[in-house]
T-cell receptor, first 111, second 111 residues
Framework: QQPVQSPQAVILREGEDAVINCSSSKALYSVHWYRQKHGEAPVFLMILLKGGEQKGHEKISASFNEKKQQSSLYLTASQLSYSGTYFCGTEGMDSNYQLIWGAGTKLIIKP | DGGITQSPKYLFRKEGQNVTLSCEQNLNHDAMYWYRQDPGQGLRLIYYSQIVNDFQKGDIAEGYSVSREKKESFPLTVTSAQKNPTAFYLC??????????FGPGTRLTVL
């Protein structure tokens, strides 16, 4: 079942913070976050594993709440380069190498 | 340089024709995937393969076919049975740790 991402879209001014959420109704083993710019392929940002620690990448970090089956992506002091669509991919306990993708959150950063 | 290549970047097909999209990786990854992405939408899994000479259907396999004769190659054929093939097609590979790395994509348009 497809994870639910929220919000669907967000517009920020450069330097502002944003949080993107990804929720699943199934027990998860891992959550993967990707960013896709228009017309390009998705680029891997980070993976959060069940029982693992919160991950960070530059000013982008994420958490994974195993009890709620929810992950959140935090973008701090956003830069213009952060613009794009963010996707979460979830892996269930019996995923068999598959990721189930959310519908994406479009992030627009204005100067 | 290691990576995933897809060709062609743009492809035009007449109705009733079969076309084959190429996907090659030199990352020595075991698993490979094909996704379809429609404008403003998320990723939908067409086929995936965990090992050579084996592959499984994804959520939208009808009208598509694949082969995995070599570890580094996973071509996708869009057959005439696929009634609405215009989309952005993404190939990905994974080293088995479930993180997927994407090729640049092929944009297919039916004339």
């Amino acid at each position: 079942q497809q994870p639910v991402q929220s919000p669907q879209a967000v517009i920020l001014r450069e330097g502002e913070d944003a949080v993107i959420n990804c929720s699943s109704s199934k027990a998860l083993y891992s959550v993967h976050w990707y960013r896709q710019k228009h017309g390009e392929a998705p680029v891997f940002l980070m993976i959060l594993l069940k029982g693992g620690e919160q991950k960070g990448h530059e000013k982008i970090s994420a958490s994974f709440n195993e009890k709620k089956q929810q992950s959140s992506l935090y973008l701090t002091a956003s830069q213009l380069s952060y613009s794009g669509t963010y996707f979460c991919g979830t892996e269930g306990m019996d995923s068999n190498y598959q990721l189930i993708w959310g519908a994406g959150t479009k992030l627009i950063i204005k100067p | 340089d290691g990576g995933i290549t897809q060709s062609p970047k743009y492809l035009f097909r007449k109705e009733g024709q079969n076309v084959t999209l190429s996907c090659e990786q030199n990352l020595n990854h075991d698993a490979m995937y094909w996704y379809r992405q429609d404008p403003g939408q998320g990723l939908r899994l067409i086929y995936y393969s965990q090992i050579v000479n084996d592959f499984q259907k994804g959520d939208i396999a009808e009208g598509y076919s694949v082969s995995r004769e070599k570890k580094e190659s996973f071509p996708l054929t869009v057959t005439s049975a696929q009634k609405n093939p215009t989309a952005f097609y993404l190939c990905a590979s994974s080293p088995g740790q479930h993180t997927q790395y994407f090729g640049p994509g092929t944009r297919l348009t039916v004339l």
